[in-house]
């Protein structure tokens, strides 16, 4: 502390010995030229210290801008991923609903289209809501569908929402064909999730990977829309049916749009007596 005391000291003699100097043209005295030398070294000190510290300052204010402009700069970025993002929602939805639409073209059918807008999150029941309903003339027992092939079957209306019981739920039944050899089965759904071809019989050859169908005999479902391929055959060493473990075409956990087929399937005329 005394040390402080005395540079200050000095360097406030120093500043009026050189005042009066900087008064006087002649040279300077002994005590000026005495007290300079003593003063200068402090006066260095003092310099770098002020300079110093206006460094720290500018600093300072400079590390302040950029964290201002760093600030900035996150925002634009998160602005511009949140916009990116939305941009390829938008172009992932428009592929979807492309593929939708071409798929309802090859249907001859009036469908509407509806968006999956909740799922039952028990374990037992596999079912999704849709944004359409009554309004827009959904009705029970009313099939569903998708590119990949046969969603589900409406099980409850409102006027602007639907229940969808899916074609993987064990409430769930569709008629269904062997597309090779058209042996005929009754598709099951599973706690698992998964689905089982019942009831075809022993005499026919089914293979692995052959392809599922609808086969329009259940009054519900048109005919020949997919259902999945045979994943697995189990003939049993006794019975006249065999069993197959059929995987869907559809990621029901994917599910997001699906289309509502109003129009009833067609009956088979029958001749008259």
């Known amino acids: 502390m005394a040390m402080i005391v005395g540079a200050i000291i000095l360097i406030a003699v120093n500043i009026i010995v050189l005042s009066v100097n900087s008064k006087r043209p002649a040279p300077s005295t002994g005590i ?3 007290t300079i030398s003593l003063v200068s070294p402090f006066q260095g000190i003092v310099s770098e210290a002020i300079n110093s510290v206006k ?14 402009e760093n ?5 634009s970025l998160k602005q511009a991923e949140e916009k990116n993002n939305r941009l390829v929602e938008m172009e992932l939805s428009h592929a979807r609903l492309k593929r939708l639409f071409d798929f309802q073209g090859t249907l001859q059918k009036r469908v509407v289209a509806a968006e999956v807008i909740g799922r039952d999150p028990s374990p037992w029941f596999k079912t999704i809501i849709i ?4 309004r827009e003339g959904v009705e029970r027992g009313m099939p569903v569908v998708i590119p990949e ?29 062997i597309q090779r050899t058209r042996a005929r089965g009754i598709i099951k759904g599973e706690p698992s999730g998964r689905l ?30 997919r259902i ?46």
């Open 131 to 134: 944004n359409k309903g009554s």
């Open 196 to 225: 089982m071809l019942q009831y075809v019989l022993r005499k026919h050859e089914i293979q692995v990977g052959d392809v599922v169908i609808s086969s329009g005999l259940d009054g519900v479902f048109p005919k020949g829309i």
């Open 149 to 177: 092939g046969i969603a589900g079957l409406v099980t409850d209306v409102a006027r602007n929402y639907a229940k969808i019981l899916l074609v993987i739920d064990q409430n769930n039944a569709v008629d269904a064909l």
């Open 228 to 273: 999945g391929f045979v994943r697995e055959v189990n003939k049993p060493d006794s019975g006249i049916f065999q069993q197959l473990a059929v995987t869907p075409y559809a990621d029901f956990e994917k599910l997001e749009e699906v289309l509502v087929v109003l129009d009833p399937p067609e009956q088979p005329e029958l001749d008259d007596p």
């Open 71 to 75: 600030a900035q700069l996150n925002r």
């Open 55 to 68: 460094d720290i300052w500018k600093h300072y204010f400079l590390l302040v801008s950029v964290s201002k």
């Open 32 to 34: 000026g030229r005495f």
